[in-house]
T-cell receptor, first 118, second 114 residues
Framework: GAVVSQHPSWVICKSGTSVKIECRSLDFQATTMFWYRQFPKQSLMLMATSNEGSKATYEQGVEKDKFLINHASLTLSTLTVTSAHPEDSSFYICSARSRGGLAVYEQYFGPGTRLTVT | DAKTTQPPSMDCAEGRAANLPCNHS???????VYWYRQIHSQGPQYIIH???NNETNEMASLIITEDRKSSTLILPHATLRDTAVYYC???????????????FGQGTRLTINP
């Protein structure tokens, strides 16, 4: 299957700072990327959907000014957690859907980024 | 999308078949059943999907009941590396632009014991 990478794989930051997480589709063009968040022992929660060149669509309850998503190219999306607080500590997972892919299984997941805010 | 119900946890002995059930009693005719799994601290991995016929690939088999209200994922010879959370998701197969969400339930935490 296609490969999605995330960078960094883990990050520790201080409260009040901002953190950027990158998501790249390595061998395919991703017209749509998704960002999920997962707290310990819980399921994945969809945060937002982004289409290349368009503004992201955020799920209800997700603050768009706090979680900035940029999908500037067909292979890169970034999630910036602004003014991070300890409650933002979580496992962030991105997913990418390939251009022309219409079936759900053509959605590929990255390995995740563990964010710890101290 | 139809909702799914899965047992929160299951255990299976290494080398035996692991059978993971999923109920989706409100599934509609154009909805497929998909299975993903998530090994600890990794991203989800696609396993298999099906509409109404049983499906098999190199990872698993999917058995869907005739009324399509439930299904079972079968890992024929479970290994320790199959320990993971398994998610059963019901979705339409062809995604319209703008209707692209993949929503995860709580899944089943499968533990393979040596």
């Amino acid at each position: 299957g296609a490969v999605v990478s995330q960078h960094p794989s883990w990050v520790i930051c201080k409260s009040g700072t901002s953190v950027k997480i990158e998501c790249r589709s390595l061998d395919f063009q991703a017209t749509t990327m998704f960002w999920y968040r997962q707290f310990p022992k819980q399921s994945l929660m969809l945060m937002a959907t982004s289409n290349e060149g368009s503004k992201a669509t955020y799920e209800q309850g997700v603050e768009k000014d706090k979680f900035l998503i940029n999908h500037a190219s067909l292979t890169l999306s970034t999630l910036t957690v602004t003014s991070a607080h300890p409650e933002d500590s979580s496992f962030y997972i991105c997913s990418a859907r390939s251009r022309g892919g219409l079936a759900v299984y053509e959605q590929y997941f990255g390995p995740g980024t563990r964010l710890t805010v101290t | 999308d139809a909702k799914t119900t899965q047992p929160p946890s299951m255990d299976c002995a290494e080398g035996r078949a692991a059978n993971l059930p999923c109920n989706h009693s409100t599934i509609s005719g154009n909805e497929y059943v998909y299975w993903y799994r998530q090994i600890h601290s990794q991203g989800p991995q696609y396993i298999i999907h099906g509409l109404k016929n049983n499906e098999t690939n190199e990872m698993a088999s999917l058995i869907i009941t005739e009324d399509r209200k439930s299904s079972t994922l079968i890992l024929p010879h479970a290994t320790l590396r199959d320990t993971a959370v398994y998610y059963c998701i019901v979705r339409v197969a062809i995604l319209r632009e703008g209707a692209q969400k993949l929503v995860f339930g709580q899944g089943t935490r499968l533990t393979i014991n040596p």
